[in-house]
């Protein structure tokens, strides 16, 4: 069974300081790992992936994830926050080598205040 | 291409109707995979084709669920016999078959059951 978990509902963070949201998977085997934001009546936008190779992966809007597969956690980050930012953010998994389903978090909303 | 299409945005239906929701995908996308997302939860996993093959199927999707992708083009997911606990957000997405690809949403169709 695949699964994740984002322990927080709410993010609160001040603009222009670092952000982090937190996610931990899982995944029978290797994981793809997938995160996602979602404004208000709007389908979800694609942020960054990680599939193999550095653990450290930059995205759009300047986001980046950290990969820990001892931890098996892959952190949404970063360094500056900007109002904009605010918006609800889903982490997803699915394992390498089953399927075709992602497994989505509950999801966790980053309220960023000027 | 301006992406992947949903219609209608939103629909309201008397409780024991039937809806049909239509999904656009982007043209050179050969997956299609939708999925349904409730107040304060991540988007769960419904069901997916490559081409116009049905390929997996959630235990989400009853059989008052159905969902076609004739020509492997559109996609069509029709709800019969609407019950209240079918309100929610009908989200489709659309990606390439390569390996780790990430999914392209579209906005969603916002189903209310009355």
């Known amino acids: 069974a695949q699964s994740v978990a984002q322990p927080e509902d709410q993010v609160n963070v001040a603009e222009g300081n670092p952000l982090t949201v937190k996610c931990t998977y899982s995944v029978s085997g290797n994981p793809y790992l997938f995160w996602y934001v979602q404004y208000p009546n709007r389908g979800l936008q694609f942020l960054l992936k990680y599939i193999t190779g550095d653990n450290l992966v930059k995205g759009s809007y300047g986001f980046e994830a950290e990969f820990n597969k001892s931890q098996t956690s892959f952190h949404l980050k970063k360094p500056s926050a900007l109002v904009s930012d605010s918006a609800l953010y889903f982490c997803?998994?699915?394992?390498?080598?089953?399927?075709?389903?992602?497994?989505f978090g509950k999801g966790t909303s980053l309220l960023v205040t000027p | 291409d301006t992406g992947v299409s949903q219609n209608p945005r939103h629909k309201i239906t008397k409780r024991g109707q039937n809806v049909t929701f239509r999904c656009d995908p982007i043209s050179e996308h050969n997956r299609l995979y939708w999925y349904r997302q409730t107040l304060g939860q991540g988007p769960e996993f419904l069901t997916y084709f490559q081409n116009e093959a049905q390929l997996e199927k959630s235990r989400l999707l009853s059989d008052r669920f159905s969902a076609e992708r004739p020509k492997g083009s559109f996609s069509t997911l029709e709800i019969q016999r609407t019950e209240q606990g079918d309100s929610a957000m009908y989200l489709c997405a659309s990606s390439l078959a390569q390996t780790g690809d990430g999914y392209t949403f579209g906005s969603g169709t916002r189903l209310t059951v009355v």
């Open positions: 997803a998994v699915r394992a390498q080598n089953s399927g075709y389903a992602l497994n």
